[in-house]
């Protein structure tokens, strides 16, 4: 497939093309950027529609060799790669169109769609990538396309301090990424996926818990779960785009679809994906507390982002499939509603705060109603596509402690399931206080519609978080098979045939007919609870006002920064400190190299002086010498 190669080439060429010569055009590289967005979103689709889109493809090519080891990089497709190429490719081309609009007035709008071009290069590289070692390549220049993009509005220091703190915790994640990937290169000679998992499948005694748990650090990193999650709020501090993007539907989603990748070759133990399974469910159940707690309408927003890739990361602990289903419908649902926040960001004039907005719904209609689709679908409202997937992840849950009686799965199954409720009741709070009821600010009351640029994205991302997920479940096909539902039928297929295996599994659980009715009950319940606390909060959260010990222990999210603070001041500077006076100071500097000199100025002088020429001195060191001979001969 050589349209693959025009996936990674086509944004590649155009961010390089706007960094030299057009950084400082209006138009030109926003026009060049959201081309090379559409012609990648082309290709892709035709690559899905084509005849080969249910085959498997694998390219490779030695780059470079130092002894034993060599560098190889190539291509990999099959069905996994379908369902992530689409979610990529369509999601980042609405939101470059969006961006057009949103970043109008940007004095560096060249530099910001320079790094959305790059990001799309680096992003595709991870989802083509053939080998672990290819992957960690693209991972870490995703990486650093977070980092230029958070940091775009430099001059504010959040920015600075914001982008700076996503660098640092992703490498710490990253570090024990790549000693796994040496570990399993040490181990097993290659880190090639299709070599690798003909290993695992004939061998699946081979797979190292050790090893899986380093690799889970680039996922604990990326997708910002426990301990790692303290940069993905901070983030907000970048354009709305770049959260929608990067930190919402593709980036934090890459270590969801790296899991899963390795999950289905059978590179995890089931030691490996029980502490997957519990360490995700509690994020997903405390960061929906600490949305609570949270005023500005991004930062709720990524706190609702951290519980459903906490979700995510559940689903792969109970099935890799569960993960890329909901993977591919939060893409949808979550990319519209933080480009919904960039429009009121926008026409609020920068206005952030939710109890400071409010009457969005008369001044925006098309806006607010992308909003409420989009919201009941994250809520899991019935034919919803976040409905769908999320009750997939709670159902397999229920299943499991049901079938299993493990405590494991029965205390995941509790985390998720009050997550379920939480999701409503944090949305609820934002719905209610940003699009009903009166304005609180002027600048809500001046806002209005934003232009075609950025509300035509939000109407066709909305009809995606509503139908979805259909062609996953629904089995509805058209264009000869070639699409189902509203997805192409080779993008649904790994998530498709998973769901039908585990669906014959979920409906043997006893009690699941009443799950399903209690599942539905959870959400209403939520909704209800939201209605009541916060559907009439009048410009302040009643939580804070009346409960504020409560509030702050929201507000806080478990004071990570507070820790992480401490341990930096209080530990690691001490420890540097220390290293920096006794082993650069004391041993290397003063010992080593002074030390050297000293040792040998000391020695050179009392050479010297044995040596002074005298015909008696020369007389004594010649005796000395032939008693040594003799001694070293017959000795």
């Not at 012609?39 to 390219?59: H, R, T, W, Y």
């Not at 530099?111 to 870490?140: K, P």
């Not at 940091?151 to 504010?156: F, L, Q, S, V």
């Not at 901070?234 to 770049?242: C, E, F, R």
Request: proline share 2%; glycine share 10%; hydrophobic share 55%.
């Amino acid at each position: 497939m050589q349209s693959l190669n025009l996936l990674l080439l086509l944004p590649l060429l155009s961010a390089a093309i706007i960094v030299l010569f057009l950084r400082r055009s209006k138009w030109l590289g926003a026009i060049l950027s959201t081309a090379s967005a559409a012609a990648c979103f082309a290709v892709a689709v035709s690559i899905l529609l084509g005849d080969s889109a249910n085959s498997v493809f694998k390219s490779s090519l030695a780059l470079f060799a130092l002894g034993d080891f060599t560098f190889n990089v190539g291509l990999f497709y099959d069905s996994l790669t379908a369902n992530m190429i689409f979610v990529v490719c369509g999601v980042g081309l609405l939101i470059h169109v969006y961006s057009i609009g949103y970043m109008d007035d940007d004095p560096a709008k060249g530099r910001f769609f320079a790094g959305m071009s790059f990001f799309m290069f680096s992003m595709t590289g991870i989802v083509l990538a053939s080998n672990l070692f290819m992957m960690f390549v693209y991972w870490e220049l995703v990486g650093f396309c977070s980092y230029a993009l958070i940091a775009h509005y430099a001059d504010t220091e959040v920015a600075r301090e914001a982008s700076k703190k996503a660098f640092i915790v992703n490498r710490v994640g990253d570090f024990g990424f790549l000693l796994g990937i040496i570990f399993c290169y040490a181990t097993f000679g290659t880190t090639d996926f299709c070599e690798l998992a003909s290993i695992f499948w004939s061998f699946p005694d081979k797979a190292s818990t050790f090893m899986g748990l380093l690799i889970l650090c680039g996922f604990l990193g990326k997708s910002a779960q426990f301990p790692l999650q303290v940069w993905l709020s901070d983030a907000m501090a970048g354009p709305t785009p770049v959260s929608a993007l990067i930190h919402a539907a593709t980036m934090v989603a890459a270590g969801v679809f790296m899991m899963t990748r390795l999950s289905h070759i059978g590179f995890l133990t089931g030691e490996v994906l029980a502490v997957v399974l519990i360490l995700c469910s509690l994020m997903a159940f405390c960061a929906g507390l600490w949305a609570l707690g949270q005023n500005d309408i991004k930062k709720i927003l990524a706190y609702s982002t951290l519980a459903h890739l906490g979700m995510m990361g559940a689903g792969i602990g109970l099935g890799a499939g569960l993960a890329m289903f909901h993977l591919t419908t939060h893409a949808f649902f979550k990319a519209t509603l933080f480009l919904v926040a960039g429009s009121i960001i926008h026409a609020c004039h920068h206005q952030q705060d939710i109890f400071k907005m409010g009457g969005i719904f008369k001044r925006m209609p098309v806006t607010s109603i992308v909003a409420l689709v989009a919201t009941l679908s994250i809520i899991a409202v019935p034919f919803f596509a976040g409905n769908y997937s999320k009750e997939a992840i709670l159902a397999t849950a229920f299943a499991k402690a049901s079938q299993t009686g493990s405590a494991l799965y029965d205390t995941a199954f509790a985390l998720l399931i009050c997550a379920a409720f939480l999701t409503p009741v944090y949305m609820g709070r934002l719905f209610f206080n940003v699009f009903l009821g009166r304005p609180h600010s002027k600048e809500a009351e001046e806002a209005s519609e934003s232009g075609l640029f950025m509300t035509v994205p939000l109407v066709i991302l909305s009809v995606y978080s509503l139908g979805g997920a259909w062609g996953f479940v629904g089995g509805f096909s058209w264009l000869d098979g070639k699409f189902s539902g509203l997805l192409p039928a080779a993008s649904t297929s790994f998530v498709g045939s998973f769901l039908a295996e585990n669906a014959q599994y979920i409906h043997k659980a006893a009690g699941y007919d009443v799950f399903e009715w209690v599942a539905l009950l959870v959400t209403l319940a939520g909704i209800a609870f939201a209605c009541l606390v916060y559907g009439r909060a009048g410009g302040s959260d009643p939580v804070e006002g009346k409960m504020p010990a409560l509030y702050k222990v929201l507000n806080k999210h478990g004071w990570f920064d507070d820790l992480y603070d401490w341990y930096v001041a209080k530990v690691q500077q001490r420890i540097a400190i220390f290293l920096a006076t006794f082993a650069d100071l004391f041993f290397i500097e003063l010992l080593c190299v002074r030390g050297s000199g000293i040792v040998g100025a000391v020695v050179g002088q009392g050479v010297k002086k044995l040596h002074d020429c005298s015909a008696n001195s020369q007389v004594k060191w010649m005796v000395a010498g032939v008693v040594l001979v003799f001694v070293l001969i017959f000795a």
